[in-house]
């Protein structure tokens, strides 16, 4: 049993020297506040409730120089991006972007996101949201909605089915 507790001890203080790569390029060349107006009560909740894991700058809590919190970490950032990049939003077509709107609003209205568990033991408590923050981001996604609706013939805000071939 000494020899396993021992063996575990190293493996847990070498795994420590194999870090991800951090996510903080910031790159915002096309990020949505280039197009989309984002009033300051709006841009609050999006840093403290959405960027760390749907931009390219996360803020990293103290644990994210532990492993194996940190590979998690990555991964959770990595899948947050994957389903919704605000830093490279204008890089969607016109349809995606509204799409992607219209699945912000769900995912809050259904209290999908934040994830619990950005939230869980104290963690990150500036996004963990209130009934009226929550409707601060999904008026201002259908205000957005509309915008693109004024300014854009209908069809091209559809989703295009993909052709079986």
């Not at 991800?20 to 915002?28: F, G, K, L």
């Not at 197009?35 to 700058?57: E, F, M, R, T």
């Not at 409707?135 to 201002?140: F, R, S």
Request: with cysteine; glycine share 4%; proline share 4%.
């Amino acid at each position: 049993m000494k020899k396993v507790l021992l063996g575990l001890g190293i493996v847990l203080v070498l795994i420590q020297f194999i870090k991800p790569e951090r996510n903080v390029s910031n790159d915002q060349t096309l990020a949505i506040s280039k197009k989309y107006l984002i009033p300051a009560d709006v841009q609050n909740l999006l840093d403290v409730a959405c960027y760390d894991c749907h931009s390219n700058k996360t803020t990293y809590p103290w644990y994210a120089n532990v492993q194996p919190f940190a590979w998690f970490l990555n991964h959770h950032v990595l899948d947050g991006k994957k389903h919704l990049n605000f830093s490279t939003f204008l890089a969607l077509s016109v349809a995606v972007q509204n799409h992607k709107l219209e699945e912000t609003i769900e995912e809050v209205e259904e209290k999908e996101m934040p994830l619990a568990s950005y939230t869980y033991f104290g963690l990150h408590k500036g996004a963990k949201l209130t009934e009226a923050q929550r409707n601060i981001l999904i008026n201002w996604a259908k205000a957005q909605m509309d915008t693109l609706k004024a300014n854009y013939p209908a069809d091209s805000l559809v989703l295009k089915k993909k052709s079986k071939e």
